[in-house]
């Protein structure tokens, strides 16, 4: 079973940052398109941002210029740099392996979600 393990968040002030890591077992990890998701309280999961396998990156316009994600093939690892921090990135954080189609992000269905990483920005 594919295990999916985000770390990195915390409580932070305005302003300030945080970066997110995750970790995702299994193989060809180089051969998927990757995606950081969120919920926030009371409301739906969304994808943030996704990084295809090539290295390119889409991000919801919420997040444009403040976040960036990144990947490393080689330690099957997924970034999520997160600068400039509001209250409403406040969040659980979780990552995701998939395909992109149409712009739209896809997660393997076969992978379950992980325990997430809780991001408060607070001051």
């Known amino acids: 079973q594919v295990q999916l393990v985000e770390s990195g968040g915390g409580l932070v002030q305005p302003g300030g940052s945080l970066r997110l890591s995750c970790r995702i077992s299994?193989?060809?990890?180089?051969?998927?398109?990757l995606a950081w998701y969120r919920q926030a309280p009371g409301k739906q999961r969304e994808v943030v941002a996704t990084?295809?396998?090539?290295?390119?990156?889409n991000y919801t316009d919420s997040v444009k210029g403040r976040f960036t994600i990144s990947r490393d093939n080689a330690k099957n690892m997924v970034y999520l740099q997160m600068n400039s921090l509001k209250p409403e990135d406040t969040a659980v954080y979780y990552c995701?392996?998939?395909?992109?189609?149409?712009?739209?992000?896809?997660?393997?269905?076969?992978?379950?979600w992980g325990q997430g990483t809780q991001v408060t920005v607070s001051s």
């Open positions: 995701r392996r998939g395909l992109l189609a149409g712009g739209t992000f896809h997660p393997t269905s076969t992978d379950y």
């Open positions: 990084i295809t396998v090539d290295g390119s990156e």
């Open positions: 299994g193989a060809f990890f180089r051969t998927y398109a």
